[in-house]
């Protein structure tokens, strides 16, 4: 068994996946946008994830923009049968990189036909809609209009499962009245706990739940105490917040970023990374104590 498979799996729509995979967010050029600045090193991070036993990659036609998916098309086409590509829909790039709102039918439809295009694909394995209500975190409103389009994108077969990010637990629960979600994807770690509650209500329902920004993303995470264990486990802080977060609750699958290959292979061995009870107490209380994320 090699060390990634050591996270165990979770299944995300029909598929079973090992909870640690990939975020190729950071492939992209700074702030997500524009082209890498080694293209050759980002081809090689793909590979290498791939080759570890990576079978989950989450991207986004809006990351560059179009600039991610070309990668994973270039780095990984014809791609291996058990390789999950998980994208996302509901936001556009400006001239200047902003992130802006894009939940109109001509956008959202247009969306799935560009990861279509740039991923090579015929379907898309999982859709999850991004709700920009407000750009820097989740913000109460009805998603019916935008889910109802994607749902019918849906049935018209160009996409086979959908899923959630950037929501509350009340438009997750709206959601799921309207079809079935795969997957809610939302920021949280260590630090950043308001879905506690509902981490475990997806656990419960069989629903995956894939957190972003495992160290604070563009605010990484500062903590002492986060410091300190690492120290004492002889790993890196981002290798120990991983490993809580898989410890957390079995439907959480991971897709920690990088655009180094050191990386990749040092976030990839946290799946072997065991902290002991007493370490995850303190680690448990980090976000109490005010860490900031």
């Not at 068994?1 to 492939?27: K, N």
């Not at 959202?108 to 560009?114: E, F, G, S």
């Not at 379907?123 to 750009?135: G, W």
């Not at 959908?162 to 959601?175: D, M, R, Y």
Request: aromatic letters at 6%.
């Amino acid at each position: 068994m090699t060390s990634i498979h050591q996270a165990g799996t979770f299944r995300l729509g029909s598929r079973r996946m090992t909870r640690l995979g990939y975020g190729a967010m950071q492939l992209a050029g700074p702030g997500v946008f524009g082209p890498p600045r080694d293209h050759d090193a980002a081809l090689a991070v793909l590979r290498e994830a791939v080759a570890s036993g990576v079978d989950h990659i989450d991207t986004s036609d809006f990351y560059g923009p179009h600039v991610t998916n070309q990668l994973i098309r270039e780095a990984l086409a014809p791609y291996p049968a058990n390789l999950t590509l998980v994208t996302k829909v509901g936001a556009r790039r400006d001239g200047t990189g902003a992130w802006l709102p894009a939940f109109s039918r001509e956008e959202l439809t247009r969306a799935v036909h560009d990861n279509l295009r740039h991923l090579g694909l015929e379907v898309l394995e999982v859709v999850n809609l991004r709700i920009m209500f407000d750009v820097h975190g989740p913000a109460e409103g009805s998603i019916e209009a935008p889910l109802t389009v994607l749902a019918e994108l849906q049935r018209q077969g160009l996409v086979r499962h959908i899923g959630l990010s950037n929501v509350t637990p009340a438009q997750v629960a709206e959601g799921r009245r309207l079809c079935d979600i795969a997957c809610v994807q939302n920021h949280y770690n260590l630090a950043h706990r308001g879905d506690d509650a509902l981490i475990d209500d997806l656990a419960r329902a069989g629903i995956p739940y894939v957190p972003f920004f495992p160290l604070g993303g563009f605010s990484p995470l500062q903590s002492s105490a986060l410091s300190e264990v690492a120290g004492r486990l002889g790993a890196t802080p981002m290798q120990v917040a991983l490993a809580w977060l898989l410890r957390r609750s079995p439907n959480i699958l991971l897709i920690p970023g990088t655009s180094s290959v050191a990386h990749l292979r040092e976030n990839l061995a946290a799946a072997s990374l065991v902290l002991p009870d007493g370490t995850v107490a303190v680690l448990d209380r980090i976000a109490a104590e005010g860490a900031t994320a």
